[in-house]
């Protein structure tokens, strides 16, 4: 599918995009869009970054998703898509070098943009819902914290991400789930990437190894658990709003009930067979 308007400055007007009934998705601030790979699955996603990478898990468009404050000089030209449009999911990875420990050791953080308040502007113009990813200590409101940990990974990578619903936050395990097994360590870190293979990093991270670099899948993905983790809270939701749990029966507890009534079954049973021992005995 080529977008209608895809270089910079073009509104696009999403012309039979969604007309399926999937849900739509807004993916901004992703060059590669590697995690597009997890959301094409949820829904049809349009993916808008400076040089976005054509792949064929979303439609991308060249544009920036970083608008100047107010006051400021106008770029000239603005956000590439209809005012009209509204997606059912916007996912956001505004760049986080300005809270990078990196930066904060070799650099001025006062030197880099902060771009969270044009995600959340564009989230509220354009999305039902949204997910603002960055680093823990990113200005982001009441983030949920997810790292390799919780989801058995051998990785720390720890994330932060703001969302417009409610996402649980999980327990944080104590040991990382490593090749060797459970240990107090991780198996190795972003920083030094070059010391595994692109392939591990990608059965780590749950991607296709061959269409990024080994350092974008290291350092600047954010593993498919995580999103599936975030998508299914968000599904909770857009199916609440679109009516499609209506009516749903809760089976929260079906397996206990089902164990339940096989033990008593089981028990029946048995007790059938002692009955017809004790009327032989007689």
Same mark, same amino acid.
């Given at each position: 599918?080529?977008?209608?308007?895809?270089?910079?400055?073009?509104?696009?007007?999403?012309?039979?995009?969604?007309d399926d009934g999937r849900?739509?998705?807004?993916?901004?601030?992703?060059?590669?869009?590697?995690?597009?790979?997890?959301?094409?699955?949820?829904?049809?996603?349009?993916?808008?970054?400076?040089?976005?990478?054509?792949?064929?898990?979303?439609?991308?468009?060249?544009?920036?998703?970083?608008?100047?404050?107010?006051?400021?000089?106008?770029?000239?030209?603005?956000f590439p898509i209809k005012?009209?449009?509204?997606?059912?999911?916007?996912?956001?990875?505004?760049?986080?070098?300005?809270?990078?420990? /990196? $930066?904060?050791?070799?650099? =001025?953080?006062? *030197?880099?943009?902060?771009?969270?308040? &044009?995600? #959340? !502007?564009?989230?509220?113009?354009?999305?039902?819902?949204?997910?603002?990813?960055?680093?823990?200590?990113?200005?982001?409101?009441?983030?949920?914290?997810?790292?390799?940990?919780?989801?058995?990974?051998?990785?720390?990578?720890?994330?932060?991400?703001?969302?417009?619903?409610?996402?649980?936050?999980?327990?944080?395990?104590?040991?990382?789930? /490593? $090749?060797?097994?459970?240990? =107090?360590?991780? *198996?190795?870190?972003?920083?030094?990437? &070059?010391? #595994? !293979?692109?392939?591990?990093?990608?059965?780590?991270?749950?991607?296709?190894?061959?269409?990024?670099?080994?350092?974008?899948?290291?350092?600047?993905?954010?593993?498919?658990?995580?999103?599936?983790?975030?998508?299914?809270?968000?599904?909770?939701?857009?199916?609440?709003?679109?009516?499609?749990?209506?009516?749903?029966?809760?089976?929260?507890?079906?397996?206990?009930?089902?164990?339940?009534?096989?033990?008593?079954?089981?028990?029946?049973?048995?007790?059938?067979?002692?009955?017809?021992?004790?009327?032989?005995?007689?």
């Open positions: 599918m080529e977008p209608s308007g895809s270089e910079f400055g073009e509104r696009w007007t999403m012309s039979g995009f969604g849900p739509t998705i807004l993916h901004c601030f992703a060059d590669e869009g590697t995690e597009s790979e997890v959301l094409s699955n949820f829904g049809d996603v349009i993916r808008v970054s400076i040089n976005p990478s054509n792949t064929i898990e979303s439609v991308p468009i060249a544009a920036d998703a970083h608008l100047l404050p107010q006051g400021e000089e106008e770029k000239g030209w603005g005012e009209s449009v509204t997606f059912d999911l916007g996912v956001f990875h505004p760049v986080c070098t300005r809270w990078a420990a /990196t $930066t904060s050791i070799d650099g =001025d953080p006062d *030197e880099h943009e902060n771009m969270i308040p &044009s995600a #959340r !502007s564009i989230a509220q113009d354009y999305c039902d819902h949204y997910i603002i990813e960055n680093v823990p200590k990113a200005p982001l409101k009441d983030p949920t914290l997810l790292n390799g940990r919780i989801f058995g990974l051998p990785i720390e990578y720890e994330r932060a991400f703001e969302t417009s619903f409610h996402v649980p936050q999980p327990p944080r395990e104590s040991s990382f789930l /490593t $090749t060797d097994g459970p240990s =107090d360590t991780t *198996e190795t870190s972003s920083f030094f990437f &070059s010391e #595994r !293979s692109k392939e591990w990093w990608a059965s780590v991270k749950g991607y296709d190894p061959r269409p990024y670099t080994k350092q974008h899948i290291a350092k600047n993905t954010i593993p498919a658990p995580y999103i599936q983790y975030l998508v299914r809270a968000w599904l909770r939701v857009f199916e609440e709003e679109k009516g499609i749990s209506e009516g749903r029966v809760d089976y929260s507890d079906y397996d206990e009930q089902m164990e339940t009534k096989r033990r008593v079954k089981d028990n029946s049973q048995l007790s059938d067979f002692t009955a017809d021992v004790e009327e032989e005995e007689k």
